[in-house]
């Protein structure tokens, strides 16, 4: 074996070929891909248009530096990024996958700061929140809130101030919404103040938190009040929709759930479908005048920003994912999930909430429904019920650590949204009747 695992104690399937919704593996076994790989096959495996456009714009040109070039697939694939984004975005910066989508948004709004004020500002720190994800890129762990990410690496990472994020189920602050009177978003005017406004370019946060804490939504005037607090003290507000963009949640991008305009957009998996590694940054004129009028130079760039053949991926995909309404197919299954499969979820064991919009939803193991006491670390339930799924011919995405940075176990079920009703019904059906096989061997052990 050569290659450097993920893993070097486990045995991975070995994957043959997908087809649709499918993975098939090569003893021919079939699955059922209930997490899109990771949140990111939005269009399943095996669509030939994709592919013919890519392999099409390769035997044109596989490449043309962004030093020295421009090419037309590049123009032709922002433009249908652009035309799913919120009014007001009007330039993308290509990069290669969400790490470096939020990691230029977070270097681009320290620069915006130095362009508008003559190379003069001490805007620099980004306020991120406490279970988040933004990458695995030292910058970017910086930023994010995933301990279990951040633990082996802290001693090389510059940290960024965190405040605590909404977590109804959990509220941080023993409230309820909406009596709280969002307290959560409160938080962070009272960090920029204690931290000073003139040392803070951005606040970055998920529109729906992802991995880290499965499928928390916002509720409702979270985003529009994060929105005024960042036009109050002049910081921009970079929605991370690397996971929620694109039509996941129902929405072209999840922030249009509650018409907030965000200043950046990071974006990435859904993008190319992972028919290729595509990122972007989708950029508002306010934020693209400041540098056209500045100095006219991000000072950021690498070797593969804006590659031909990814960008024949994004404008395929794009085509595919407006001719076949997937956003709109992401809306009503995400309705059906609500009316059909929301209560048998929540009523299984070991089920403490199940949360989530479009085709992103996600469950958190509790030990005691009651008490919402977690699982014990070395429990591994997450993990474990991801193997389990695995074995009865479905995926599920894993997560853990959002009850304190350490404990907490939540899987996501996000489907590709190419899924229809019948396939859905298989998926939550699997699903049912393994949290119920599970949590019932579960039971047998403790
Ligand atoms: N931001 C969010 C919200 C994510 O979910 C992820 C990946 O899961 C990233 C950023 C990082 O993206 P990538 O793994 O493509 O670098």
Redesign the pocket.
Known sequence: MNVFPRNFNRDFPIVDHGEGIYIYDNKGNRYLDGCSG??SANIGYGNKEVATAIYEQICKTSFAHGSIWDTEINEIAAKKILNIAPEGFTRVWFVN??????EAAIKMAHQYHLEKNNGVSEKSLVIGRENS????TLG?LGIGGNVNRRRLFMPMIVDHPKIETHYCYRCPFNKEYPTCGLECANKLEEKINRVGAKYISAFIA?PII??TAGAVVAPEGYWKKVRDICDKYDILLIA?E???GVGRTGKNFCVDHWGVKPDII?S??GLAACYFPV?ATLVTKKVADVFSKGSGVFAHSHTFNGMPAASAAVSAVMDFYVKNDLCGNAYKMGGIIETRYAKEVADCDYVGDFRGKGLMWGIEFVKDKKTKEPFARKDDVATKFRDFCLNKGFTVYPGTGMVDGINGDNIMIAPPLIINEEQLDELYGKFVSALRLFSSQLKKSR
């Open positions: 990771a949140v996958a969400g790490s470096e989508a939020t994800y933004h990458g695995s970017t998920e992802g991995s991370d690397v996971m929620t990071a990435a998996k990122g």
